[in-house]
């Protein structure tokens, strides 16, 4: 067994000397989104009493027994940010909600679960953002509340089984990097984040029908909000690479989602600001250690980002899945090329990876079907 999560931060890609290897639905708006909203306290000043009073109503949950990371981030270092979403399964066990469920004695095992799942990478010059995102049938070493090693299963498994403490843990083995921040968003808040920002643009290129949510996709141009935004991020069938087509959509909307914050005024009217910040505190789970202070000192920090200072890509796989007992088809990912991700963020190396590998790169808007 491993011991609980080091407090010295790891090489990017390495594991635990003697523990074995390390081991997301989507739910895409979380972070950059809580970053962007956050970062519009710096041009708002009238309304900052207001707008601090809503940040203080988000859900915390302590994460403090896996947590690597700490940082000011006014300090000039980078953060890494994990960005889950969730969904609850019908069930009364347990307390109502995630920081209610974090506090039992044992966490409530399989009563949610997290099929999308990201790091947000802020580096410390604060010029740019990347957003990595890992697919949710990765194969790796699951590792619980404490930072042990339990047993290889799909990455999404983590949270499912072992709450957000072991998908703090379970990323952090995978990758070597520190987590410093956690965000969790469920279902519905997305929804009611989409209607807040009035509606999100997006193109489909090319016609195609999900059999699983009965839906026909005719190409074209679409405003989505809320149900109908939630079933565009949700699709898998119909897309020619199913969970991967499903990640790029996810990205593609939060792309979207951040232009139109930017782009429409969402930052700067406060009735829009308002009822976006509502939206996201009322559906959304932050770690304990994120403090109002704290989100509003990267959010300055950031004031200077744009759009096309947001870098999207995926943690590369192998190019085949394989079948394995009791998980079903998983995902392996590409361990050389997969360390060199890694590395590269650690380093804030991205863009010299992403001239090696463009490929890793989501597509333009008019490509992401």
Known sequence: MVGPASSK???????????PPFHRRHRKALLTLLTVVALALGSVGAYAYHLNKQLNNFDRVDISSVQEGEPDPLDGRAVN?????????????????????ALLEEWPASKYRSD????????AD????????????????IYDEDGEATSKEKINAAFGYFGPRGAVATVQELTGLTIDHLAIIDWEGFKDLTTAVGGVEVHIPESFYDSSQEI????????????????????????????????????????????????????????????????????????????PSTLRGLSLSLRNISSDKVTFLTAPAADDSREVAGSGLVVDLDEAK????????????????????????LASETEVN
Do not use: C
């Not at 740019?128 to 990765?138: A, K």
């Open 116 to 123: 999308t799942l990201m790091i947000v990478h802020i580096p």
């Open 9 to 19: 931060r790891r090489v990017a890609g390495k594991r635990r000397r003697g523990g």
């Open 126 to 141: 604060r010029s740019s953002v990347q957003l990595v995102s890992i697919p949710r049938d990765t194969y790796t070493m």
């Open 81 to 101: 940010i994990l960005l889950l979403g969730s969904d609850m399964a019908e069930t009364s066990e347990g307390g109502s909600n995630i920081e209610e469920d």
């Open 216 to 291: 026909q996709w005719d190409a074209g141009d679409y405003t989505l909000e809320g149900d109908r935004a939630l079933a565009y991020v949700r699709t898998r069938y119909g897309l020619d690479r199913g969970d991967f087509d499903r990640i790029a959509r996810q990205q593609n909307f939060l792309r979207s989602v951040m232009n139109k914050m930017l782009s429409k005024g969402v930052l700067t009217n406060p009735v829009k600001l308002s009822s976006t910040l509502e939206a996201l505190s009322d559906n959304m789970t932050l770690d304990s250690n994120w403090t």
């Open 338 to 361: 997969s360390q060199e991700l890694w590395t590269a963020i650690a380093n804030d190396t991205i863009a010299d990876y992403l001239l090696k590998y463009p490929e890793e790169e």
